[in-house]
């Protein structure tokens, strides 16, 4: 895995593996991962429970809900807020 200012670019998966157990093992603070073919970013934080997507839409969607529920968890999509919502 080649760093450079905290960046890795075009990871394998074996590389996100890694950086995610770093995460669990308390090793690393936080890692953002950004799909730049869907223009999407996936953010974990050291300590919390959740996976934070930004930008998710269309199959990228469907697939990170599909593998939430496949592991017992939720997807909880951003609630939309509109001009006729209050």
Known sequence: MKY????????????????????FKEELGYINILLSECDALLSLNNGDLYLTAYNIDGESKELLSSLAISEGLFFYPKPSYGSDNG
Do not use: F
């Open 4 to 23: 450079e200012y905290g960046i890795v670019e075009n990871p394998q998966a074996n590389e996100i593996i890694s950086l995610i157990e770093k995460i």
